[in-house]
Nanobody
Framework: VQLQASGGGLVQPGGSLRLSCAAS????????MGWYRQAPGKPRELVAS???????DFADSVKGRFSISRDNAKNTAYLQMDSLKPEDTGVYYC?????????WGQGTLVTVSS
């Protein structure tokens, strides 16, 4: 399975972006899908995740601002990012798997700056 992340770009603080993660195969079989980000000079961190049952989890830094969803019919997962802050800047990666994240997308750059 290949994952293709898209939707990144330059946005002003307070703005919104929606990232998409399109899979080449059936995502319904994946127990979990997640979005990671890597800011310059920092380790990659898990931002949001969603299980096959629809349970979600978020990093404290994005709670209340980000939401995650998955559309199994379209084999696509989404990350809706609202009230963006400069510290949200980074490369965002989508991942999917069963017990672990076995499949990774190539990353999409999000820059939050005025």
């Amino acid at each position: 399975v290949q994952l293709q992340a898209s939707g990144g770009g330059l946005v002003q603080p307070g703005g919104s972006l929606r990232l998409s993660c399109a899979a080449s195969g059936n995502i319904a079989s994946f127990n979990g899908m997640g979005w990671y980000r890597q800011a310059p000079g920092k380790p990659r961190e898990l931002v949001a995740s969603i299980t096959s049952g629809g349970s979600t989890d978020f990093a404290d830094s994005v709670k209340g601002r980000f939401s995650i969803s998955r559309d199994n019919a379209k084999n696509t997962a989404y990350l809706q990012m609202d009230s963006l802050k400069p510290e949200d800047t980074g490369v965002y990666y989508c991942a999917a798997g069963h017990q672990t994240y076995d499949f990774w997308g190539q990353g999409t750059l999000v820059t939050v700056s005025s």
